[in-house]
Nanobody
Framework: QVQLVESGGGLVQAGGSLRLSCTAS????????MAWYRQAPGKQRELVAT???????SYADSVKGRFTISRVNAKKTVYLQMNSLKPEDTAVYSC????????????????WGQGSQVTVSS
C-alpha cells in the first residue's frame, strides 16, 4: 500500500504565503510525476502544478509566477510554495503521485493525498 500525507494548509491573508508538503510512504519502487490539484466549492478540480522525476515543472496560468512546485526524491516528498496568495486561491489542495510499487510493475498507479484546506482572506 502507498500513502500520501499532506501538511501545511491553513488560513492566510491575501498577499501572504503558505507551503504545502506531501510525503509518500509504503511499498514504493519509484515515483514518476507528482502534482498538486485544487478544488474550490462549486468548481471542478483544477491541475495546479506538476513535476517530473527529473524536475521538469509546469503550472496552470492562474498560478504562474506565484507558486513553485519542487520535490526531494530521497524524501519522497513534493512541495508547493504559494506566494502572493489571492482569495481565489481558496480551495482544497490535494497531492497526486504516480507510483510503481515493484520493479516488475509495467505501469504506475495514481495515489492521492487526503486534501488540505487553504483559505485566503481578503
Amino acid at each position: 500500500q502507498v500513502q500520501l500525507v499532506e501538511s501545511g494548509g491553513g488560513l492566510v491573508q491575501a498577499g501572504g504565503s503558505l507551503r504545502l508538503s506531501c510525503t509518500a510512504s509504503g511499498t514504493i519502487f519509484s515515483i514518476n510525476n507528482m502534482a498538486w490539484y485544487r478544488q474550490a466549492p462549486g468548481k471542478q478540480r483544477e491541475l495546479v502544478a506538476t513535476i517530473t522525476s527529473s524536475g521538469t515543472t509546469s503550472y496552470a496560468d492562474s498560478v504562474k509566477g506565484r507558486f513553485t512546485i519542487s520535490r526531494v526524491n530521497a524524501k519522497k516528498t513534493v512541495y508547493l510554495q504559494m506566494n502572493s496568495l489571492k482569495p481565489e486561491d481558496t480551495a482544497v489542495y490535494s497531492c497526486n503521485a504516480w507510483v510503481r510499487t515493484r520493479l516488475t510493475d509495467s505501469v504506475s498507479l495514481a495515489y492521492w493525498g487526503q486534501g488540505s484546506q487553504v483559505t485566503v482572506s481578503s
